[in-house]
């Protein structure tokens, strides 16, 4: 932060403690996103294990930054951006949780699924899941760094992910139509698709959350379209 | 050693093995300046040594960190090998837990991954200092980014190949069957059945060599490209090499370049080789005469990511691609429909263009409106002045 110094220096530390245990939280839904997308991609039942197993920690993590939060907001009465920061750090926190609950139920489904699917082409989930990938990472990123424009590229780049899910959620429809044994693979791998999807609104969220406790400002109901969206980019 | 001493270095900074962690004594006081044989005595004129400074002079990439897991300095290497990707380092669990556990001993070493925006794995080792309070670690990285991709491409490519292949394989068989049985003597069949034949064939080399293409730039993905790319003569370039395939078409090529355009931080093979293959689709799937633009601009403020970047597109008036395709063209071996593009195209180029572009750290877009024709535009940063 480019604010002068807290008068009270071990202020700055819990402030600086919250950014870490939220830098943490973060880090570790992320692999837990990563995990889960690797499971279903390459069929691999050790990733969702480990996807499935990071969860607890996720959710200590979030009581912990939960119980500081209110700590500061009761004993220390900020101000400004510092107010703004602490509340974003309470709502972020929630959202970070339900990232972790999707990554961890992506990893469920595709143990369920195991290879039952195998004949389905995954190219969309990949191109998804790399989408979802990038955008939490950018989120986290504006986090940590307190980055509004870092925060506007999730914000925009949104579309491109609800795109590739209307386009999966066409395709594997008509996979089921063609053959209804496939029915009970597509309906895993469209909950799949769903919950990659929500994991990316959850990231437009918190770069939402960014924005406002940097610049104090909300940004607006609906997110622009168009525009230089990485469309299904790598 | 007493040279590191005399500037007021201790052990800490020294990747030096031999001395145990524990010993830690205060510097020694100067030594005489006539000590090291063989050394002139320092000129007190000169700029005294830091740490980024000696850390920046290691052509290894190392990153130190100062209590509380703060980044007290990152290296030119490593600001090389991770560009912005630092901050998902440092909170990787992976990390985090070998930090954790350093609490305990002085030395660790993990491997992780990371996978957005390009893949990297990489592996790093931990040394910290363990006096009370000082909190300093260093993290030395190396980069096993293209050990695992050439295992990962050696998978991807005996799928794809055996795949893709299959067909164009099993209809050059069975021509050769055909004209070594029922058309053996057929001589208007044979010359079909060679010029069909030809073309299967020619498919094929081209999948190849543009699975190997594909494969060497994943390879260097995690590498950002280092030259410096000015975008006009570039555009001319591609757009002269397009000639002989335009007039075959019938369409026309307009370039339209922008005045005073900035370097883009870019490597000129690869981007060439980007806008070669959007004329190439540009003029495959338009199918008939069509007009096509080639642009180079300056990208308007808060239409792509927030650093300053060039927009080069090309565009044609040629029957667009259906909305429910758009997200997934950049899929290998994707193909919107059985147009007679895609009988000849190899399924890969758009695949070759994102993967390029992903590792320019630029965005690829695809607009299209059936009927009034398709607009592929790539955003690419500018070069910084004076790098």
């Known amino acids: 932060m480019s604010n002068p110094g807290h008068i009270v220096t071990s202020y700055e530390q819990e402030l600086n403690q919250l950014r870490g245990l939220m830098a943490r939280m973060g880090g570790l839904v992320e692999s837990q996103t990563a995990h889960a997308i690797q499971a279903i991609l390459e069929h691999n039942p050790e990733a969702a294990q480990m996807a499935m197993e990071q969860d607890p920690e996720v959710d200590a993590l979030e009581r912990e930054v939960e119980a500081r939060a209110i700590k500061m907001l009761a004993l220390r009465a900020p101000m400004a951006q510092d107010l703004r920061e602490i509340v974003s750090a309470l709502k972020v926190t929630s959202d970070l949780e339900r990232i972790g609950d999707y990554a961890a139920n992506v990893a469920k489904r595709s143990l369920r699924l195991g290879t039952a699917g195998a004949d389905i082409s995954l190219g969309g989930l990949r191109n998804m899941g790399r989408l979802v990938q990038e955008g939490l990472r950018l989120a986290i990123d504006a986090l940590g760094q307190n980055d509004k424009d870092k925060a506007l590229d999730v914000w925009r780049s949104d579309k491109a992910v609800d795109e590739i899910y209307t386009a999966m959620f066409r395709e594997l429809v008509t996979y089921m139509m063609e053959d209804p044994r496939n029915i009970g693979a597509c309906t895993h791998l469209l909950f799949i698709a769903k919950n990659l999807e929500r994991i990316g609104d959850h990231a437009t969220n918190i770069a939402e959350r960014v924005h406002y406790a940097v610049t104090g400002e909300m940004l607006p109901p609906a997110r622009p379209r168009g525009g230089f969206t990485p469309e299904a980019t790598p | 050693m007493s040279l590191w001493r005399r500037h007021g ?45 000696l850390l920046d002079l290691l052509p290894h990439p190392v990153v130190a960190l100062a209590p509380g897991r703060l980044v007290r300095h990152a290296n030119g290497a490593a600001q090389a090998l991770l560009g912005d990707a630092l901050p998902a380092l440092l909170r990787h669990p992976i990390l985090v837990q070998a930090l954790d556990r350093l609490d305990g001993a002085s030395v660790e070493s993990v491997d992780l991954a990371m996978d957005v925006p390009v893949r990297r794995v990489l592996r790093v080792a931990l040394r910290a200092d363990r006096r009370a309070g000082s909190g300093l670690v260093l993290l030395s990285l190396s980069d096993r980014t293209e050990q695992d991709a050439v295992e990962r491409m050696r998978a991807d490519f005996v799928a794809n190949a055996s795949h893709e292949l299959r067909t164009p394989l099993a209809s ?16 208007p069949a044979r010359v079909r059945f060679l010029a069909i034949m030809e073309a299967q064939a020619a498919r094929m080399a081209r999948l190849i060599d543009n699975l190997l293409s594909l494969s060497r730039i994943q390879m260097h993905e995690h590498r950002r490209p280092d030259g410096s790319v000015p975008p006009a003569p570039l555009l001319r370039r591609v757009a002269d090499a397009h000639e002989p395939q335009l007039r075959a078409a019938g369409s026309t090529l307009a370039v339209d370049i922008a005045d005073g355009l900035p370097p883009m931080a870019a490597d000129p093979d690869q981007l060439a080789q980007v806008l070669h293959n959007l004329l190439d689709n540009a003029i495959k799937y338009a199918r008939g005469p069509a007009r096509i633009v080639l642009r180079a601009e300056a990208a308007q403020a808060g239409s792509g990511p927030s650093q300053g970047g060039v927009v080069l597109s090309v565009s044609d008036d040629g029957p667009g691609i259906a909305p429910q395709h758009l997200p997934r063209l950049t899929e290998r071996f994707y193909r919107a429909d059985d147009g007679p593009g895609a009988r000849t195209g190899s399924g890969l180029g758009l695949a070759i263009v994102k993967h390029i572009v992903g590792r320019h750290g630029g965005r690829l877009s695809i607009e299209s409106t059936p009927g009034q024709g398709t607009c592929v535009s790539v955003w690419l940063p500018v070069r910084p002045h004076g790098t």
Do not use: K, V, Y
């Open chain 2, 9 to 53: 270095f201790g052990n800490a900074l020294l990747p030096d093995r031999r001395r145990p962690a524990r010993d830690w004594s205060p510097p020694d006081p100067p030594p005489p300046a006539s000590s090291p044989p063989g050394l002139p005595p320092p000129d007190p004129s000169l700029p005294g040594w830091s740490l980024p400074l």
């Open chain 2, 172 to 187: 050059l068989i069975g021509f050769i069957e055909t004209l070594q049985g029922p058309a053996a003597d057929d001589a």
